[in-house]
């Protein structure tokens, strides 16, 4: 698969990718732990099906020391053993986050309680900010075809 726009080579693409990934960078440094950001980026790229996005959290966060079984178990997290309460309850937020047209009040009360109890108001900001950056950059991804796989980790640091 060819991409339908490269965001490096096009200075028209580039320009505002530029300022758009300072956001990314600037989350990358919030004080939301690490593996929870990939965690999360790994999850909303899974659910909207963005090969580019899944490609880089997935290496980014291995080459960081995360596990090859919790990457393998994002997908099925509810069922698996080897994720924190706590990443539990920011992973059941971005989910809807980004499912938002499958509930009519968007993210519940419920999963917004549970994520409170673990993530002070510095880390849900970022959460959240996180959940809406990654859901957009996986549009611009799916928009223009970018195909995952070539990916080194450490690109976009």
Known sequence: MDARLDYFADPAAGRPLKHFMSTGRALKESALPAATQELVA???SQINGCAACLDVHTKDAAAAGETSVRL???AVWREATVFTEAERAALALAEEGTRLADAADGVSDEVWAR???HYDQ????????LVAFMNATNRLNIITRQPGGAYVPGRFH
């Open 42 to 44: 790994m999850r909303v």
């Open 72 to 74: 393998h178990l994002v």
């Open 115 to 117: 994520a409170a109890e």
């Open 122 to 129: 510095e880390q849900l900001t970022a959460l959240v900010m």
